[in-house]
């Protein structure tokens, strides 16, 4: 019991390594091949033992596997495992990567301030980032909300896959989604139920889809 609280205590250090690697671009560094320390420091502005000890605890979450047959510098290599590879990389039409960032710089920061929120019984976004309207700022900047965009499509086209197959709705024909961002719930769709007809609703945006070859990814 005390070492599974204990790992409840420490489970932020993991989620802070993962976004560093993600920050210090290494799962994309790495996507090419194995590299030595001294290979990936040439292509990233850091420590050097701090970026081995990132690359190290890497290695010991899953996330990148050690070759310990040494190059010919006498070095170990790291490289990607399939997992992060398919998730991790920013070229991966399933990268998580977005999501990632997006998570570190906004709901990380709210959740840290989750006792507050339960005394008070308020939105800590005014906490977090002052009096402004976080969200209607988000919709108004064309770049944040391409961020924020971005961080839902790469959340969503990784587990609507996965969303679909837990129901047969094989018998319905029509689908809609409200609120679809850009479209991955129904690209999800159309590609279980190619015969359905899918709708999306986002703001004044409506796309209709009568099959998977006419479904395209939205542009904001």
Known sequence: MASHLYGLLMSYTKTQVCIAAINLNLFDILEDGPRSVKQVLEMVEADADRIECILNACVGMGLLEKIHDANVDGD????????????????????????????????????????????????????????????????????????FMTEMHSM????????????????????????????ALAYAFAAKYP???LAVYH?????KVTSLQEFRILEM
């Open 76 to 147: 170990c290599l790291f490289r990607n495992t399939p997992e992060s590879k398919k998730y991790l990389t920013s070229s991966s039409p399933l990268s998580m990567r977005p999501l990632f960032v997006g998570t570190s710089l906004i709901d990380y920061q709210l959740v840290g301030n989750l006792t507050h929120a339960v005394r008070e019984g308020k939105s800590q976004i005014p906490r977090v980032y002052g009096s402004r309207n976080y969200f209607d700022e988000l919709y108004r900047d064309p770049n944040e909300r391409k961020g």
């Open 156 to 183: 969503s086209s990784v587990f609507m896959r996965e969303l679909v197959t837990l129901f047969d709705l094989s018998h319905y024909t029509n689908a809609c989604d409200l609120g679809g961002c850009t479209g």
């Open 203 to 207: 703001q004044e945006l409506y796309l």
């Open 195 to 197: 015969k359905m007809t």
